[in-house]
C-alpha cells in the first residue's frame, strides 16, 4: 500500500464472468455505484451526528475510492481511500463518517439478505440508491461487501436481495401499537419530546403526547438529565419497517437504573480529564481532546450505565492521550484502555483471587462494536437492575 492510501473495503464479485479473478470493464461500475452510495450516506450521518444542515466544503470530493489492486481469489478489487484528509476535514471527523457509513451500508443489506426490517437509522432517501446497487450484475451474479479486512466475511448481496429493497422501498406505510425503551432526550414546545432508543444503532423517535403525557414527563424530568423511559403507543411505520413517529402515547413509564449521582460524578471525573495540560505526566503526558472525551462520554455514561446499568467506573487518564476505566467487583477487575484518536479499545478482565484472566481488543466505531464491549464487561460486572422511578426518593 502506497503511503498516502489506506485500504477501506474488499468486495468480492463472483459468477461466470468473473471464473477468471479478472473484472469486466462492464462490471466496474458496480465499484462506482458503492462509492457514491457510501458518500451519500456518510454526508446524511455527518449532518445527522453535527446537526448540520450541509456538510463542509470538500466532504464529498475527499472520499474518492481508488481501485489499489485485484486479488485473484475470486475478483476481489481492493478499494482504497486517502490515508491522510485535509487538516479542517480531519478535525470534523469526517474519516469516522466514511466508516459508520461503510458499516451501515453492510449492516442494511444483511438485514435485506435475511428479509427483515432494514436498520431504522439508514436513511430513507438513499433507498434507491441502495437499490441500484448491483443493478449491472446478473442472475447468478453477487458482491459480497467485505471491509478492509479480507478474512472477515460480509453480506452478499444478489438479485433476490435487490427485488426484497424494492418492494420494501415500495411497500405503504401502516400504523400498530408498540413499545420503545430509551432516554428522553428533548420536550418541544407542541408538547411532543424525544425518545433516544439504541436498537440497531442510535436514533431517536418523535412522541406525541397529551397534556396529561406531558406533565408526567416534564415532572419526571425535573433534575435528571439521564431519564429512560417506556413509552408505549399508535406508532406510525415506514414501509420498510422503520418506526417514524409515535402519533398518540398510549402509555408512559419511567424506569432508574444508575443514580443520577453516580453519572454526575462521571461526569465531573470527565472534566478534570479534560482539563489536563500537556505535559501533565512529568512533562510527557499528552493532553486529552474535549472532542474526544465527548466520544468516551456517550460509550461510558450512556450506554453502559444509563442504558445497560454498569455501576460507576474508575477513570484514569493515560500518558498517550488515551483513557482507562476500570469497573470492580470482586473477584474480577476489568480495565478498558481506550485509544481516543483510533477508537479502539483493549480490554482484560482478572479474578484477582485465581489469576484467571481473559482480553479482547478491537475498534469500537460500530453498534455492534459498541455491544461486543458490553458483552465482555458484563460478564464480569454485575449490572444494576431497572427500577420504577419514585421521584419522593431524591432522583432515583
Not at 77 to 103: H, K, Q, T
Not at 295 to 320: C, N, Q, S
Request: proline share 6%; charged share 30%; glycine share 6%.
Amino acid at each position: 500500500m502506497t503511503d498516502d492510501l489506506k485500504d477501506f473495503a474488499r468486495p468480492v464479485l463472483r459468477g461466470s464472468r468473473f471464473d477468471d479473478h479478472a473484472i469486466p470493464v462492464s462490471a466496474l461500475r458496480e465499484l462506482n455505484r458503492y462509492g457514491e452510495l457510501l458518500s451519500k450516506v456518510a454526508v446524511r450521518l455527518y449532518k445527522a451526528r453535527t446537526k448540520s444542515d450541509r456538510a463542509p466544503r470538500g466532504f464529498e470530493s475527499s472520499f474518492q475510492l481508488k481501485l489499489r489492486d485485484v486479488e485473484h481469489n475470486c475478483a476481489t478489487p481492493v478499494l482504497a481511500i486517502p490515508s491522510v484528509l485535509p487538516p479542517d476535514l480531519a478535525e470534523l471527523g469526517v474519516l469516522s463518517d466514511y466508516e459508520a457509513s461503510r458499516e451501515l451500508v453492510s449492516r442494511t443489506i444483511k438485514a435485506a439478505m435475511e428479509r427483515r426490517a432494514l436498520p431504522p437509522e439508514f436513511p430513507a432517501d438513499c433507498l434507491v440508491d441502495l437499490e441500484q446497487l448491483g443493478a449491472s450484475l446478473g442472475d447468478h451474479e453477487t458482491i459480497e461487501l467485505r471491509g478492509p479486512n479480507a478474512a472477515v466475511p460480509g453480506p452478499v448481496y444478489d438479485s433476490q436481495t435487490r427485488i426484497f429493497l424494492r418492494q420494501a422501498r415500495q411497500a405503504p406505510a401502516y400504523i400498530k401499537i408498540a413499545a420503545f425503551t430509551g432516554a428522553v432526550a428533548g420536550f418541544s414546545d407542541t408538547g411532543a419530546f424525544e425518545l433516544r432508543v439504541h436498537a440497531n444503532g442510535r436514533r431517536f423517535i418523535k412522541c406525541r403526547s397529551d397534556i396529561g403525557i406531558e406533565a408526567k414527563v416534564i415532572a419526571a424530568l425535573k433534575g435528571r438529565r439521564f431519564l429512560r423511559a417506556r413509552v408505549s403507543g399508535q406508532t406510525k411505520f415506514s414501509g420498510t419497517g422503520v418506526a417514524e413517529e409515535v402519533q398518540q402515547v398510549l402509555d408512559f413509564r419511567v424506569w432508574s437504573r444508575t443514580s443520577e449521582a453516580e453519572m454526575k460524578q462521571v461526569e465531573h471525573r470527565l472534566d478534570e480529564l479534560a482539563a489536563l495540560p500537556a505535559g501533565w505526566l512529568e512533562g510527557s503526558g499528552e493532553a486529552l481532546s474535549p472532542k474526544d472525551l465527548v466520544w468516551l462520554r456517550e460509550r461510558i455514561l450512556v450506554w453502559l450505565m444509563a442504558e445497560h446499568g454498569l455501576p460507576r467506573p474508575l477513570l484514569y487518564a493515560m500518558p498517550d492521550g488515551g483513557v482507562q476505566v476500570v469497573w470492580r467487583a470482586l473477584p474480577w477487575r476489568v480495565e478498558a484502555e481506550f485509544n481516543l484518536l483510533q477508537r479502539t479499545v483493549a480490554l482484560i478482565a482478572v479474578n484477582v483471587d485465581t489469576d484467571e484472566d481473559a482480553d479482547d481488543e478491537f475498534d469500537v466505531k460500530s453498534p455492534e462494536d459498541e455491544v461486543r464491549l458490553l458483552d465482555f464487561v458484563t460478564k464480569y460486572i454485575p449490572t444494576v437492575e431497572e427500577q420504577p422511578y419514585r421521584p419522593n426518593e431524591g432522583g432515583r
